[in-house]
């Protein structure tokens, strides 16, 4: 009965991840597609017949992609440099330090989450545009220094730093600063990790705010970018995917090569002598 159960419960968790991985895999297949194929026969040609990379080399060689990937990089690797620091910067006093109103001040901070970022991007243009920050690498980043979600996840896990450990750095003479930066940033080096992949694929993906303060196609980034292909290609959903699959391929890439970080460690292993 027990082994039913199991094999059971295989076949379903196989049949969910086959659903949610068939747009990818479709996806993929048509950018390998020939013009001569048909992309929406029924049922569905997931591998293509005679597989090409012209299409690839169409999209390269039309729209400056090289651009755009580099602009992307650009953008989510110091987004997610300074939420890092931001958010483990006010993540830290509030789970540790002992100061009047802390659990107010947390309390709007997460509150802050359930705000739409419709309601603020407004003001946050207008912010953009008076401090000269339109068409920037910096103007795309501003509203993405430090998140409400960064700061609730680094708190959790500064909270379950052994206290042991902070008296010791104490005891030894070492400031706040430092116990901040040698005890506690290698101690929760897994929620690090966690946080800073879906910064990234944040990042990496957004598009209305991109759209909002960038006009000059030199800052253009990869969704701005895929998604002027659709004019400029008539629709031709071959090399439409060709473009999604470049813009999708650094997020897979950067989760198969730190996905072993996110595995919880023991504390102790990330505190160096």
Known sequence: MIAKKSLATYVSLI???VIMLFPLLWLVGTSFKSPTEDIFSFPPQLLPRQPT??????????????????NSAIVAGLTVGLNLLFCSLAAYPLARLNFRGRNIIFALVVATIMIPFQIVMIP???????????????G??????????GIFLLRQAFQGVPKELEEAARIDGCSE????WHIMLPAIRPALVTLAIFVFIGSWSDFLWPLVVLDRPEYYTLPI?????????????RLIAAGSVISIAPI??????????IIPT????????
């Open 177 to 180: 600063l430092g116990i901040w």
């Open 266 to 273: 023991d504390i102790g292993s990330g505190v160096k002598g």
């Open 140 to 149: 795309v980043i501003f509203p993405n220094l430090a998140s409400a979600f």
């Open 53 to 70: 990379f012209k299409n690839f080399l169409s999209v390269w060689q039309t729209y400056p992609f090289g651009t755009y990937l580099l």
């Open 124 to 138: 946050l243009y207008i912010l953009v545009v008076n401090l000269g920050l339109r068409n920037t690498y910096l």
């Open 252 to 261: 897979l890439l950067l989760f198969l090569l730190v996905q072993r970080y």
């Open 15 to 17: 049949a969910i991840a």
């Open 225 to 237: 970018g895929v998604a002027n292909l659709a004019g400029t290609f008539s629709l031709d959903w």
